[in-house]
Every structure is written in C-alpha cells, then in structure tokens.
C-alpha cells in the first residue's frame, strides 16, 4: 500500500528516506516508479520542476514503513559550496554537520539559495539519502560538489544510476568517477526500463546501511515481492481469459448459402473480438497502474475461419465428460467405422450419436444439440488460427511491456503482430480443446472447477510469464 501527502511530521520509527540531486536527473521518476503511481509529483523536460519538498509513504500489509521526500534540484551546487566554505571559514570550531545546520537556519524565503536550503534541511531530517544520477550527462564539477556537500551530513548515500539502458559505456565511467569517492554502494534503477529485482536491490541495499530498520525493510521486501508475482499472475489470466473467449466464440452458419447472413456473422465476428482485446488492454492497464494514454494498439486483423466439431477427434469424449474406456465410448469408436449413409448421414456417426446418448442424460442434454448440428454437416463461423496467433502474441508483448514499464515512462507503447514473441508448443491443441468447449467462453463455476480447463490454463500462464 503507498499513500501520498503533503509534508507531515517525521516518524521516528518509519524510515526516512531523501530522493536527492541534480535537477532533471528523475528523483520525482523514481518515487513514481516505487509507488506504481503516475500521479505523484510533476515530470516535465524543464530543469527545476519540483519547486518544494513532497512527502510519499509505502507500508507492507497496512504497516507503515518508510518515507520517501522528493526534494528539488540543487541549481546551483558551485554558489552553494563557496557559501559554505565561507561559513566554514568563519567558523571553523564548528564540524561539518554543524555548518550545514547553520546554512540552514540563516537561510530566508528569498534567499538566492533558498532551493538548495530546502534541500539540506531535508537531508539533516533524514535517515538515508538516494541520490539520483541520470548516467547520460558526463560527471562534471557540480556533482562533485554536491557529493561533497551532502557527504558532510553524515547521512549513509546511495548513488543511484538513472537512464541506463543502452549507455552502459557511460554507467562505467560514473562508477569510475564514484569509486573516487569511495561510493561502491550503488545501484542501476531504471525509472523508464522498470526491473522488480532492481527494486527489491534498492531495499536491500538501505538494510545494509541502516540497520535498525533490517527486519522492517525485510518485510516490505517480501510484501512488494508478492504483490509483484500477483499482479504479474493476474495480468497473465486476464490475457489466457482472452484467448479461451475468443477461441470459444463461434457463430453457426447453419446449411443454407446467404451472402447477407454470412456477412452479418462476419461483422458479429470481427466485432467481438475487437471489443474483447479492448476489454483485455483495459484491464491489463488497471492491473499495473497505467492509463489509455499509455499504449496505443492497432486495429487487429481479424480473418474468418470455418469449424465444425470432431466427434471422433482424439480427447473429445474426454471433452465431453466420458471414460474413454467406457461401453459408450468404445460404440461411438466402433461406429465411425462404419460409412453407410442412413437418413442423410452416415451410420457410423448415428452409431456413435447413440452411443453418446447412452451413456448418460446430463451428458447428452450438454452436448446432444452439438453433436446432431455436426453429423448434419452444420459449420460455425469463427476466429481463424492466424487471428488467435496474433491476438495472443501482441498481448503477451504488451503484457511484458508493461512489466517493464516504469511510471515514470513517457512514450507511448505500440502494439502490433509482435512476431517476436512464441506460442506455446502445443499451441494447436490448446485451440484445439477450447473449440470443442464453446460454454468456457463465459466464466463460470463449471468451467473453473473444469480439470481440463485448468489445465489450459495453467499452460497458457505458464507460457505467457516465460522470458
């Protein structure tokens, strides 16, 4: 649970912890990406956005466990430092903790340096500082400064590297440059390309620093971890749901020929599963805390498939609730054997019809209406096989996408074939298996408690989670 406020009196026995740094290096982009909130604070290109100090909270099972305080940019770290020197100068029985306290309580409300004071009064308040490092921008003076500065507050810092994909050559340099100031306790937190285990170093990292708060942050470690596999769980069984709907969907086509009733079917066809990828997107963005604007999808090429069932396909009595060692199910085997044509269809699927029949009313009155549709040539209208191919390809890139979003992320996600990804290997039999089940396209009790149901599934899940 995160909660967001205004500046609130200090806990003494929450953590408190000041996101620190030049401006525009992302400290605001970090908090939003450990909240999983677009809505903390203000990201905008322009130096100096965040103008006072603003205060988030994040708790594991309700309990409270730290504060994080988003502090604005220091502008000016050369002035800042020269000013300090001469407090030093002019003081110089006072330590250095003492000196910045003293900047502070001179500093005033116009004070040229009245950004910076806001931001050393916050860190004297604090237990721990994570200072922020946007690894495009070359280590030049001003950091070197701010280290400096901050370093004399005797607070434990970890420098946190910001931005880091695809600028590995640069991180190197900066861990160089840190080195230097004896910091090797640092951490690459990507607040665009999100990592979980990035997230999870980063708590780690503060136990070792802190450690009065080890076995408080060891709790928030295992709550976010398991919050993290259930929204992960979560948005790969909104994704299989999809797949088993639309798979499951089928309009009958009936025996007679009519261009304008087929093209109605169409319609009803492309419609439905248009709507429910839009359903999916919808929910997926609700799961992890994004919003419409953050993914744009295009129309997805639905294509026509024609189906009819297979009685005597291997595992459809299974389908059908049947022991496939059962009297009935050995009639409807030794039925289909038999081609003679009785009544306008073959005996062998009248034999098998009857068997079927006979081994139970409930099973019969299910599937009964199916299975004379079938022997009487009946075909249905559904998904193609290269529809459903793409439908779960793109949304398993989507899913993915979305794991590794950070909140702080401004461009916008497209999705499209996503050729990249894989189907499951046994992908055909897993459509296969939700054709012959159309009652699985609404969920229901029958068809959660179903084993064979679950098993798919499983498998889709399974699939869908895999790197």
Not at 16 to 36: D, E, F, Q, W, Y
Not at 217 to 232: G, S
Not at 340 to 366: D, E, N, P, Q, Y
Request: proline share 3%.
């Amino acid at each position: 649970m995160m909660m967001q406020n205004p500046q609130r009196p200090q806990s003494a026995t929450m953590l408190n912890v000041a996101v620190v740094g030049h401006t525009n290096t992302g400290k605001t982009s970090l908090i939003r990406t450990m909240l999983r909130s677009t809505e903390f604070g203000v990201i905008e290109d322009a130096a100096g956005t965040t103008r006072h100090v603003e205060q988030a909270a994040i708790s594991a099972d309700n309990e409270p466990i730290l504060n994080l305080y988003d502090t604005p940019g220091l502008e000016d770290s050369r002035a800042l430092s020269a000013h300090i020197k001469k407090l030093s100068a002019k003081s110089k029985a006072l330590s250095a903790l003492q000196i910045l306290e003293q900047f502070v309580a001179q500093a005033t409300v116009n004070d040229p340096l009245e950004q910076e004071a806001k931001v050393i009064r916050q860190v004297l308040r604090s237990d721990i500082l994570l200072y922020i490092i946007d690894v495009r921008e070359p280590f030049l003076e001003k950091y070197r400064l701010e280290l400096e500065i901050l370093s004399q507050a005797g607070k434990p810092v970890i420098p946190v590297f910001n931005f880091i994909a695809g600028h590995d050559h640069a991180l190197a340099k900066w861990r160089e440059h840190l080195a230097a100031f004896h910091m090797h306790a640092t951490l690459e937190f990507d607040t665009v390309a999100f990592s979980f285990e990035a997230e999870k170093r980063l708590y780690q990292k503060m136990q070792t620093l802190v450690e009065p708060h080890y076995d408080r942050l060891q709790k928030l470690i295992d709550y976010r971890a398991k919050l993290w596999n259930q929204l992960c769980l979560s948005g790969a069984k909104r994704v299989a749901e999809l797949i088993v709907n639309v798979a499951c969907y089928r309009e009958s086509k009936g025996t007679q020929s009519n261009l304008i009733a087929h093209s109605l079917i169409e319609d009803r066809l492309h419609d439905f599963v248009r709507k429910a990828e839009q359903s999916c997107l919808h929910d997926l963005l609700a799961i992890f805390n994004f919003s419409e604007k953050d993914v744009a999808i295009q129309k997805i090429p639905v294509s026509n498939g024609q189906w009819q069932l297979d009685i005597f396909a291997p595992g459809i009595l299974k389908a059908y609730g049947l022991d496939l060692g059962s009297a009935a199910a050995k009639g409807a085997a030794a039925g289909a054997g038999i081609d003679l044509m009785v009544g306008g269809m073959s005996l062998g699927a009248a034999s098998a019809l009857g068997a079927l029949a006979g081994a139970g009313w409930s099973t019969f009155k299910r599937y009964g209406d199916e299975i004379k549709a079938t022997v009487k040539g009946t075909q249905w209208q559904c998904a193609d096989e290269t529809t459903l191919q793409i439908l779960y390809l793109r949304q398993k890139h989507l899913l993915k996408k979305l794991m590794h979003r950070g909140h702080a992320a401004q461009d916008t996600v497209h999705v499209d074939k996503a050729d990249s990804e894989k189907l499951p290997g046994n992908w055909s039999e897993l459509v296969s298996a939700l054709r012959q089940n159309p009652a699985w396209q609404e969920p229901s009790a029958a068809r959660n408690s179903n084993v064979q149901y679950q098993e798919i599934e499983a498998k889709l899940v399974e699939a869908l989670l895999e790197n």
